[in-house]
Structure formats: structure tokens, C-alpha cells
């Protein structure tokens, strides 16, 4: 059974820093581009970062840039997102997921799997 599960969410106040991950199981990722979405109460749910298969091209929404990184381990079958200097408007459900395509300027693609959701609430 192919899942990605996501942890690392939590409370944090703002300023403060989280690492979500997202480990992949039942078979390897490191032929799929993988994004991080988040979504919001009563929001829809936006792109928030997304890396190449490789890891060598990324993209993050501008809300986010130069506050998250996204990287990944394919060692590993793992992607991660590193927040730093959240703030309260970062508080959504995040979810990761993994694309049909290899690299990122791929117009035409699938998102093939998604995890779960991990819960991040940034107190101000």
C-alpha cells in the first residue's frame, strides 16, 4: 500500500521554527517531483512548495519564500519542509503530495498521491 504520511506539525509561537517531513512508503519517490500544499479554516487549499525529483530545482509560493525550505532525502524516501519565522497566518492543515512528473516545469501533470494532513498552529 503506497502512503505518504506527514509529521512534525504542532504549536509553535510566532517567530518560532517547525520541520514537517513527509515519508513515503510502499514504493520510492525519487521519480516524482513532490509539493507541499497547505489549507487554512474556511480557505482553499494553496501550493506552498514544491522540489524536483532530483532535488535540484525548487519553487515556493510567495508567501513563503525565504521563510521555508523545502528539501529532500530520497535515500530516504522523505521530503521535508523547514519553517522558519512563522506567523500566525501560516496556520493551516499541511499536506504533502507527489506529482506524476520528474521536474518542475512540467505543464501537464497529475498529483498521483496525497498524505494525510499535519496540523500547524502558529500563536502570535
Known amino acids: 500500500q503506497v502512503q505518504l504520511v506527514e509529521s512534525g506539525g504542532g504549536l509553535v509561537q510566532a517567530g518560532g521554527s517547525l520541520r514537517l517531513s513527509c515519508a513515503a512508503s510502499?514504493?520510492?519517490?525519487?521519480?516524482?517531483?513532490m509539493d507541499w500544499f497547505r489549507q487554512a479554516p474556511g480557505k482553499e487549499r494553496e501550493f506552498v512548495a514544491a522540489?524536483?525529483?532530483?532535488?535540484?530545482?525548487?519553487k515556493y509560493a510567495d508567501s513563503v519564500k525565504g521563510r521555508f525550505t523545502i528539501s529532500r532525502d530520497n535515500a530516504k524516501n522523505t521530503v521535508y519542509l523547514q519553517m522558519n519565522s512563522l506567523i500566525p497566518e501560516d496556520t493551516a492543515v499541511y499536506y504533502c503530495?507527489?506529482?506524476?512528473?520528474?521536474?518542475?516545469?512540467?505543464?501537464?501533470?497529475?498529483?498521483?498521491?496525497w498524505g494525510q494532513g499535519t496540523q500547524v498552529t502558529v500563536s502570535s
Open positions: 503530495a507527489a506529482r506524476s512528473s520528474v521536474i518542475l516545469s512540467t505543464v501537464t501533470f497529475t498529483y498521483n498521491y
Open positions: 510502499g514504493r520510492t519517490f525519487s521519480r516524482n517531483a
Open positions: 522540489i524536483s525529483a532530483s532535488g535540484g530545482s525548487t
